[in-house]
């Protein structure tokens, strides 16, 4: 095959050249080169297994979420040490090693690019990998531990993009990080004493700066690192990626194997390749936000927590703060990390959206959240007044628990619904009540993003007169 080549062009050698050595390797080295590429194996097999099920490299299975994510943190903790050259945690000089960084630092605006849209691509990538684990079923047994382990590192995401809202320490980032932590306000008995832990002090100020800058260089990157690599080793102690299940009567078709190499790691390659583009050509058109230098007498009008809190800031808009910044959220985690214990059904992982009935269960859900959450914000901003209207109940009850108990019952009801309409399993309907609430939390966060002015009222988002900064 060798001396065919000879009389061809150098471009088909070069190709045939690749080809030999991704495909043809030796069993024992015979350069210095094959030998590197073999340790080049070996590192690849102490992540994967030598072979996984074919159908693992369906793009549609996974959408390479997963990986998408892991890609992201290294940018992020490559384009983080860069960072800390040019910084300093400190009030009076954060803001201008900023500004120094963007016009000064070669490639500063750059770096700092790639590090602020990683930081948001990776919590959206991290959040539909975890709806692509939810709606194959991949949260089930044996992986529900693995399930409970990614929605850790789902919320170290949101940390680790939280504490980095600070460092710029501009306008933006100071009044997001006040009302961002105000909301921990809320709990009761402790809620003050953690804020303070987290402020280092009573309000946002030096000691913050200095707090939110360790979490997020050393404790939380520490955390997800290591959680990561659990998260990477208990995939291959749980079988690998869900698959749909072969039944294990005999003579059924056993699940056809391919080798990693190439397989499985050349796909990985084109969507890391593909993703390092799109972030790189994103980072080299748009600018990370950078407002004027923090000022604790001037709030802006609206204040605003960062974009993916803003979900439960709109909730603190209809619910008593108690229920809207603890007990919704407490619930919703409870719930997710449960989850895995409601909805046991070994027949449907791998499949998506369980089977063709759960997918219409799933679309009509999606479709009532759409049009049945703004209808209520709109009716809760103009119509209804439960604490006018029971005002001898103490507000946690009259605009908590009561509301709470009948977004509950409306839930209760809407299971039952479409259980029976469509004759589903528990685990289809289980499904349909969660794109609902997922549905409703996004049209809540696309609410509080762009359709809330000054205090906080609604507004057009193109109404942008109403959207001025004010004292
Ligand atoms: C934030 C960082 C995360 C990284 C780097 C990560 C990485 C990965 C990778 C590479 C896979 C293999 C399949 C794939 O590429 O999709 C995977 C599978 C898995 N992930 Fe994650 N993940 C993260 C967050 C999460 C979250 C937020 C959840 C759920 C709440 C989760 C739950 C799971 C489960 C249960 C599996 C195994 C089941 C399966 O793949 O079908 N992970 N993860």
Redesign the pocket.
């Known amino acids: 095959m060798a001396d065919s080549n000879t009389a061809s062009q150098p471009s088909t050698r070069f190709v045939s050249r690749v080809w030999r050595s991704i495909f043809r390797r030796p069993l024992v080295p015979r350069s210095d080169r094959e030998r590197k590429l073999m340790v080049l194996d070996s590192l690849i097999l102490h992540i994967h297994p030598s072979t996984v099920p074919e159908k693992t490299l369906q793009l549609s299975l996974?959408w390479?979420?997963?990986?998408m994510?892991?890609i992201l943190?290294t940018i992020l903790l490559v384009t983080g040490v860069m960072l800390m050259f040019a910084y300093t945690p400190s009030p009076a000089q954060a803001y201008n090693d900023i500004l120094n960084l963007q016009t000064n630092v070669w490639f500063g605006q750059l770096v700092r690019n790639l590090h602020h849209w990683s930081g948001n691509a990776?919590l959206v990538v991290?959040f539909l990998?975890?709806l692509?684990?939810f709606f194959?079923g991949?949260?089930r047994e044996p992986?529900q531990f693995?399930?409970i382990?990614?929605?850790t590192?789902?919320l170290l995401?949101v940390g680790a993009n939280f504490t980095g809202y600070l460092l710029p320490w501009d306008q933006l980032a100071y009044w997001a990080v006040t009302v961002g932590t105000g909301l921990v306000e809320y709990i009761p008995l402790v809620g003050k004493w953690i804020q303070t832990v987290i402020l280092g002090g009573p309000e946002v100020g030096a000691a913050t700066l200095l707090n939110f800058y360790g979490l997020h260089i050393a404790l939380i990157p520490i955390a997800m690192l290591s959680l990561?690599s659990y998260?990477?080793w208990r995939?291959r102690k749980?079988g690998g990626?869900?698959i749909p299940r072969v039944p294990d009567e005999p003579g059924e078709q056993k699940v056809s194997r391919v080798t990693t190499i190439p397989h499985l790691v050349l796909r990985e390659l084109v969507v890391a390749l593909v993703l390092i583009a799109a972030i790189l050509l994103f980072s080299m058109a748009v600018n990370a936000p950078l407002e004027e230098l923090a000022n604790p007498d001037v709030s802006p009008n609206p204040a605003k927590a960062p974009w993916y809190f803003l979900g439960i800031q709109e909730l603190l808009l209809h619910f008593h703060p108690l229920v809207a910044a603890l007990v919704i959220p407490t619930l919703t985690l409870g719930a997710?990390i449960l989850l895995p214990y409601f909805d046991a059904d070994l027949d449907s992982v791998g499949v998506w959206f369980r089977s063709y009935k759960g997918r219409r269960m799933a679309l009509e859900a999606a479709m009532i959240g759409l049009v049945g959450t703004p209808l209520l914000v709109l009716a809760d901003e103009f119509v209804i007044d439960f604490v006018g209207w029971l005002p001898s109940l103490p507000t946690l009850v009259s605009n908590g628990l009561v509301p709470l108990a009948m977004v509950l019952l409306l839930l209760i009801g809407f299971y039952d619904w479409m259980k029976k309409r469509f004759a589903a399993t528990n685990c289809e309907t289980v499904q349909a009540t969660f794109v609902l609430l997922l549905t409703a939390f996004i049209v809540l966060t696309i609410v509080g993003i762009w359709f809330r002015g000054p205090g906080m009222a609604l507004m057009w988002p193109w109404d942008v007169s109403s959207a001025v900064v004010g004292h």
């Open positions: 996974t390479g979420l997963g990986g994510a892991a943190m990776m991290a990998h975890m692509r684990v194959t991949g949260f992986r693995n399930w382990v990614g929605i590192l789902l995401t990561m998260h990477f995939i749980d990626v869900v997710l």
